[in-house]
C-alpha cells in the first residue's frame, strides 16, 4: 500500500463509502469517517468498527469548515476519500438546493481545508484527495453511440449530476490552479450490500417481499453499466495506490443492462430463494409509472484507461453479484426495515403513489 496512514472518509455510513471502509480499515493508521447521517447514512452500518482503537465514526457535516479543519490537524490526516454526496437522482428533482448545498460546496468547503492543511505541512507528496464521481455527469448515450471515456464532454442532466460535475470541475481546478494532489474517479452503477432502500436494486427486492407493485420508469428500457460495489472499491483503492496526481479515471463493469432486465432477474431470484412471496410468481408486480423527467437513456463506461494503465479489472460476474445481493438483503431483514421509516413512506408516496 501507499504510505498512506490517516484517511479521512467522508459519507462513510452510506453505502458505498461503508463498503470502502469494511474492505481498507486496517490496524495501521487510523480511520476517520466523517458523515453528517442523514437518512441516506446509517450508524448500526459501521457498530462492529466502533469499538476499535484507530477507527473513529465523527457524525458531521462536510459543510462545516472549521470541523473539517480541527480533524486535519487533529489526525494528521494525509488522505481524504470523498463519498459524501447526495446522491439520489429523484430525490434531486423534487429537492436540488440540498444536493447544490453538500455536493458543491460541501466539496468546495473540503478542498479549501485541506489545501489550508497540505500547504500547512509542507505540501507533503504523497498527501491525496480523492474525489468520487459518477458516470452520470458525462450525459445520457443513445443505443449507438460508444461509451463515455475520460475525454467525453461533460452534459449533466438532472440536478444530481449537475451538482456531481460541478465538485468534479472544482476538484480538477485544485489540483491544476494550487497544485492540491487530487484524483477524481466516475462511475457506472453500483449494487450489493447496505444500498439504501430507495435505489432500484433494494427497491425492487424489498416490494416484492412485502407484497407492493414495482414501479418501472417509462418503458422499461433505460441501460445503467453495472458493478458490484466491492468492485467499485477494489477500483478507489487502485487509483489511490497507483495513480498520478490530476488524474481521472472511469470505473464500470462492462455490463450494460436494460432496467426491466434487472426487475425481472430480481423476481426470478426472489421466487427461488425466498418460500414465502405474498405474490408469486413476483413478476406479476411489475407496474410501469410515467418516466422520470429527463431520465437518461443510456450510460455506459469505457474503462480501458484504468485496465490498461493500473492493471485493475472488475471481478464479479453480474449473475453471481445479483444473486448475493438477493440472498443478503434476504438475510438482513434487521438493517433495512428501519429504514423503512415514515419519512421513507412519505418520500415514496409522494413519488409512485401509494401503490
Ligand atoms: P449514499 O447516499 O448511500 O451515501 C451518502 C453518504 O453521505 C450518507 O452516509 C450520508 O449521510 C452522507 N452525507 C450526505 N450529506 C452529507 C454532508 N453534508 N456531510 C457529511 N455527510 C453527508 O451514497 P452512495 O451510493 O454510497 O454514493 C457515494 C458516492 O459515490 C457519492 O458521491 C455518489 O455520487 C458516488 N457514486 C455513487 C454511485 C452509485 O451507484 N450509488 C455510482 C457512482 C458514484
Known sequence: KLRTQNVLITGGAGFIGSNFVRSWHQDIGTTIVLDALTYAGNRATLSDLESQENFFLVEGDICDSALVSKLFAKHTIDTVIHF???SHVDR???GPGAFVQTNV???FTLLEAFRNHWETQGKPEYFRFLHVSTDEVFGSLSVDDPPFSEKTSYAPNSPYSASKAGSDHLVRAYFHTYGVPTLITNCSNNYGP???PEKLIPLMCLNILL????PVYGDGQNIRDW???EDHCSAIATVLQKAAPGETYNI????QVKNIDIVEQLCDLMDELSEDLPKSPAKELITFVPDRPGHDRRYAMDISKIQRELD???SYDFATGLRQTVQWYLSHRDWWQPLLSEEYQNYYAALYGDR
Open 194 to 196: 447496505y444500498q439504501f
Open 92 to 94: 434531486s428533482i423534487s
Open 84 to 86: 459524501a454526496a447526495e
Open 227 to 229: 458493478l458490484h460495489v
Open 312 to 314: 485493475w479489472e472488475p
Open 211 to 214: 407484497g407492493k407493485s414495482l
Open 105 to 107: 460546496v460541501g466539496t
Open 252 to 255: 464500470g463493469g462492462n455490463n
